[in-house]
C-alpha cells in the first residue's frame, strides 16, 4: 500500500523528531509576549527542544491562541497552550521551570533603550509580580529591554515579595555573544561555529564590552580592529532597527540567541559543562548585576566566572571604567522605580 510521506519516515525513524530524538526531560517553559517578533520564532524554536514537555504562551494580543494551535500541529513532543488577557496569567505560570520575558515595546529608530524603559518597565513589574506569585521558583529569562534596568527591576519585585534568589534571574545579553562571534569568523576567516567570544558588561551601548583578547581559538587584532568590531557591536541592534526602517528591532537574531534557555534546559537536566555570558547579580564588579560568563547548573548560575576579567588588555582596562557609571545608573534607575512605587 501507498502510505504517506510522513508514514514511511516514521516507520524508517528518521524524519519525525520525536523519533529521532528521544526527550530526555519534561521541562515546562513560559513565554510571556509570545505574540511577538521575538516571541513567535522563540516558541517556535523551544517547541523543537527534547527538554520541553509544556509550553505556555502568554500574550495580551489575543491571537496568541491561534499561534499556540499553529505550533501545537508540529509534531514535537512537547504540548503548546495559549493564554491571553491579565485574567489567564497566572495559569500560564503555574508549574513552570523557566519563564522568558520578551513582552514589551521595541525600539524605534532614534530611540534609545532608555527610551523604552517608562513603557516596558511598567510591563515587567507586572509579570514579574505574577512570576513571583504563581511560580516564584522558575528561572527567569529577561529578554524585554533595558535589560540592564528590566533585571533589577525584576530582582526587587522578587525580594518586595520575599521569594527573590539572585542565581535564577538571568539578563539576557547572548544576542552579544552571537553578533560578536559572527563579526569575529568574518573578519579573521574563521569558522563560525569554532570562535568563542565573551561580552561583559550590561546590554545597551557601551555597556556592551566584548573581550577581544579573550577569543578562543587565539587570534590577534590590530588596535582599528578592535575599535571597529567593539563599536560594530555595540551598534548592531541599531543596524537591524535602521534596516528595518521602522517595522521592528532584533527578532530572528535575537531568538536564535535564546539558545541560552536551551542550555538552561541542559544544565537544569543535569550537564555539568554549561557556560553561557549573562547579566546577573554578581560580586566580580563593584556594581550589583554584571555581564560575565557563569556557569550553569541544575538551581540557574552556579558559579560566575570572574578569571575572563583579568589580563584585560588597556582598551579593555578603559572601556569597563568607562561603562561602569553608565551602567550603574541605569541599574540604580530599575531599583528606584520599583522602590517609588511601594
Ligand atoms: P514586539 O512588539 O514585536 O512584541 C512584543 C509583544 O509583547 C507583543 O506581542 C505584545 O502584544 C506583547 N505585550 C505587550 N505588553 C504585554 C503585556 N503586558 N503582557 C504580555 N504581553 C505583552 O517586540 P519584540 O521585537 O518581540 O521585542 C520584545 C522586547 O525584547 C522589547 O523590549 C525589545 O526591546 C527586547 N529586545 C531584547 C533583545 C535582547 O537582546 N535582550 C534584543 C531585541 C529586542
Redesign the pocket.
Known sequence: PRHSFAHRAQKQKVWSPQYRVQPQASFKVAI??A?????QPLSLLIKMSPLVSTLYL????AHVKGIAADLSHCNTPSQVLGFTGTSQLANSLKGVDVVVI??????KPGMT?GD?FSI?VI?VK??VEAVADNCPGALIHM???P?NSTVPIAAEVMKQKGVYDPKKLFG??T??VVRVNTFVAQKKNLKVVDVDVPVVGG?DGITILPLLSKTRPSVSFTDEEVLELTVRIQNA?LEVVEAKAGA????LS?AY?ARFLESSLRALDGDESVYECSFVQSDVTDLPFFASRVKLGKKGVEAVISSELQGLTEFEQKALLALKPELKASIEKGVTFVQKQA
Open positions: 510571556l509576549g505574540a511577538g517578533g521575538i516571541g502568554y500574550d495580551i494580543a520578551t513582552a514589551g515595546v521595541t525600539a533603550r523604552l516596558n510591563i507586572t509579570l529578554i524585554s529591554n535589560v539576557i545579553t544576542l552579544d546590554h541592534g521592528g528591532s532584533a527578532t535575537m540567541a
